[in-house]
């Protein structure tokens, strides 16, 4: 049973560039949602897709937009990058919207230059 | 808004001694409590979770957790921390639909 896989793991960026960054949930999951790490905190929540809708959004510009599309997979997507979207990447997966148990990915490193 | 406070940066603790990493939360209503952690250069492994219940919860890897309320605290506890142990631990809360995490505490487990 594939666990929730993230791509890709790596990538570096010039500022002003844009990226988009993968993530296929855990088998049976319906519910994606998106955190960033940066160096030395804890994840912050970005956005949350059930039904191929964004349902809650933190609190992050609209330069980090998503997608869900129908097989529960999901993109992140972050235009105008800036120096302090350095950061991980990080995917999770849960069944329905209630957040209980989290799945995460190993997350995708993004510097940017 | 939900949130947990982890006070410590850092514990450090030999290898056979009782492990202990400190979280306080702060919510309206029941709190749905979790500990999750991070090895290096790796995504969030789920450990355990307090929704109802036993005060004493059971975890993964000999991990539990203490809930208790009237502290508003939330600890984890291993009784013989192993160096394979070392890694950062991340208390959250369920705020609501999400998980609001708290800053982290690096756990060094010395041989």
């Known amino acids: 049973d594939a666990g929730v896989t993230q791509s890709p793991t790596h990538l570096i960026k010039t500022r002003g560039q844009q990226v988009t960054l993968r993530c296929s949930p855990k088998s049976g999951h319906d519910t994606v949602s998106w955190y960033q790490q940066a160096l030395g905190q804890g994840p912050q929540f970005i956005f949350q897709?059930?039904?191929?809708?964004?349902?809650q959004r933190g609190n992050f510009p609209d330069r980090f937009s998503g997608h869900q599309f129908p097989n529960y997979s999901s993109e992140l997507n972050v235009n105008a990058l800036l120096l302090g979207d350095s950061a991980l990447y990080l995917c999770?997966?849960?069944?329905?919207?209630?957040?209980?148990?989290?799945?995460f990915g190993e997350g995708s490193r993004l510097t940017v230059l | 808004a939900q949130s947990v406070a982890q006070p410590e940066d850092q514990v450090n603790v030999a290898e056979g001694n009782p492990l202990t990493v400190k979280c306080t939360y702060s919510v309206s209503g029941n709190p749905y409590l979790f500990w999750y952690v991070q090895y290096p250069n790796r995504g969030l492994q789920f450990l355990l979770k307090?929704?109802?219940?036993?005060?004493l919860v059971k975890g993964s890897y000999g991990f539990e957790a203490e809930f208790n309320k009237s502290q508003t605290s939330f600890h984890l506890k291993k009784p013989s921390a192993l160096v394979s142990d070392s890694a950062l631990y991340f208390c959250?809360?369920?705020?609501?639909?999400?998980?609001?995490f708290g800053k982290g505490n690096q756990v060094v487990v010395i041989p």
């Open positions: 307090y929704i109802t219940g036993d005060n």
């Open positions: 959250a809360v369920r705020s609501p639909n999400r998980l609001a």
């Open positions: 999770a997966s849960s069944w329905g919207r209630n957040t209980g148990e989290l799945f």
């Open positions: 897709y059930y039904e191929e809708e964004e349902r």
